[in-house]
T-cell receptor, first 113, second 108 residues
Framework: EPEVTQTPSHQVTQMGQEVILRCVPI?????FYWYRQILGQKVEFLVS????????KSEIFDDQFSVERPDGSNFTLKIRSTKLEDSAMYFC???????????FGSGTRLTVV | KQEVTQIPAALSVPEGENLVLNCSFT??????LQWFRQDPGKGLTSLLL?????REQTSGRLNASLDKSSGRSTLYIAASQPGDSATYLC???????FGDGTTLTVKP
């Protein structure tokens, strides 16, 4: 069964550093999403992406965040200057069409120290 | 803005029991509803997707229903097993809204 692949599975970074989280969505999917989950808290929406542009973003997704689809297969989330409170699991998801349902990756655990 | 609520927040049952998890949403114009399972420290696994034209979906021991008029969806788990222990989440499919989840513990 097709999968959404995320790398790395765990990343530790120092506060203030830039990180790039990578995702390979399912190949025929057109809609891409990033979510985060702080330990013990709910899954929070960050951003959705379609046709090479952001279609929706939450208030969490401020200027320190950016997304990119650098080629035909990868979808990345960049955090420019990490803060301690950015420590969380970051999930990528993709869907074939909007409102049809999505497939999640297994996540990247980001630890900011 | 769609608000999704799940009750109970936690549920503990003995093995073999049938159980129901509830998901409520505020906007009856919901398009689809998706149920997920999350194991501790892991990603989200899609269980069932109910499209707006459907009232229910079944997969093995799982049955999910959708009642748009009342703003509710339920996930029914038959003959629960210890391996069903996880957090169950509902969300409006393809949208940004997730419930807080119900953490299920099935005791052997």
């Amino acid at each position: 069964e097709p999968e959404v692949t995320q790398t790395p599975s765990h990343q530790v970074t120092q506060m203030g550093q830039e990180v790039i989280l990578r995702c390979v969505p399912i190949s025929n999917h057109l809609y891409f999403y990033w979510y985060r989950q702080i330990l013990g808290q709910k899954v929070e929406f960050l951003v959705s992406f379609y046709n090479n542009e952001i279609s929706e973003k939450s208030e969490i997704f401020d200027d320190q965040f950016s997304v990119e689809r650098p080629d035909g297969s990868n979808f990345t989330l960049k955090i420019r200057s990490t803060k301690l409170e950015d420590s969380a699991m970051y999930f990528c998801a993709s869907s074939e069409q909007t409102l049809i349902g999505y497939t999640f990756g297994s996540g990247t655990r980001l630890t900011v120290v | 803005k769609q608000e999704v609520t799940q009750i109970p927040a936690a549920l503990s049952v003995p093995e073999g029991e049938n159980l129901v998890l509830n998901c409520s949403f505020t906007d009856s114009a919901i398009y689809n509803l998706q149920w997920f399972r999350q194991d501790p420290g892991k990603g989200l696994t899609s269980l069932l997707l109910i499209q707006s034209s459907q009232r229910e979906q079944t997969s093995g021991r799982l049955n999910a229903s959708l009642d748009k008029s009342s703003g509710r969806s339920t996930l029914y788990i038959a003959a629960s097993q210890p391996g069903d222990s996880a957090t169950y989440l509902c969300a409006e499919a393809g949208k940004s809204t997730f419930g807080d989840g119900t953490t299920l513990t099935v005791k052997p």
